[in-house]
């Protein structure tokens, strides 16, 4: 069955440096790719979707790759803040479906 | 431009009864998708309405229905609670179906099962 995985550990970094966090997914080949940002007590907040066909995609501080080879995205925060302190959610759109699937989301804590 | 609106956002049920949540999605916005969120579990999709209709199912049994008005807001419905259910409900909308779109959730209703 298809599985999303996201590290489940929380990420500690140092304000100014590049968060990386990771969304591997295995049994399918999904079409869509979308990262979601949550803090607590709140619904997630949209951050950017790629296509299959897009190796990268960049909003302001915000980058996102996707590697179908790899079956993995990679999310980019660079030069971090404290606010972006938040669970960093990827989802994908599940095989033959028009449903989102969710990974378990990763805790990302930026200390000044 | 409104935000998307759930109510109530906090609930408090015991074994057995049913509940009923409300979501208004953003003006314009077709597409209702509601989701529960449990720490084991993750996010978990339920089930999706567009233009009335419901469009996808996610796996949760029977107990758990909804349904969409005219103004594409939506109601969910869950019968014979169980201490399992509790958990944050979120609803999200999307200006149609499909997902190549953007979803845009409300705060949750937060439903606690004693």
């Known amino acids: 069955s298809q599985k999303i995985e996201q590290n489940s550990e929380a990420l500690n970094i140092q304000e100014g440096k590049t968060a990386t966090l990771t969304c591997n997914y295995t049994?399918?080949?999904?079409?869509?790719l979308q990262w979601y940002r949550q803090d607590p007590g709140r619904g997630p907040v949209f951050l950017l979707l790629?296509?299959?066909?897009?190796k990268e995609k960049r909003k302001e501080r915000l980058k996102v790759t996707f590697d179908t080879t790899l079956k993995q995205s990679l999310f980019h925060i660079t030069a971090s803040q404290p606010a972006d302190s938040a669970t960093y959610l990827c989802a994908l759109d599940a095989l033959n479906t028009d449903k989102l699937i969710f990974g378990t989301g990763t805790r990302l804590q930026v200390f000044p | 431009k409104a935000g998307v609106t759930q109510t109530p956002r906090y609930l408090i049920k015991t074994r057995g009864q049913q509940v009923t949540l409300s979501c208004s999605p953003i003006?314009?916005?077709?597409?209702v998708s509601w989701y529960q969120q449990t720490p084991g579990q993750g996010l978990q999709f339920l089930f999706e309405y567009f233009s009335e209709t419901q469009r996808n199912k996610g796996n949760f049994p029977g107990r758990f229905s909804g349904r969409q008005f005219s103004n594409s807001r939506s109601e969910m419905n869950v019968s014979t609670l169980e201490l399992g259910d509790s958990a944050l409900y979120l609803c999200?909308?999307?200006?149609?179906?499909?997902?190549?779109?953007?979803?845009?959730f409300g705060p949750g209703t937060r439903l606690t099962v004693l």
């Open positions: 049994n399918y080949s999904p079409a869509y």
């Open positions: 003006s314009g916005h077709r597409s």
């Open positions: 999200a909308s999307s200006l149609i179906s499909g997902v190549d779109n953007e979803q845009f």
């Open positions: 790629i296509r299959e066909n897009e």
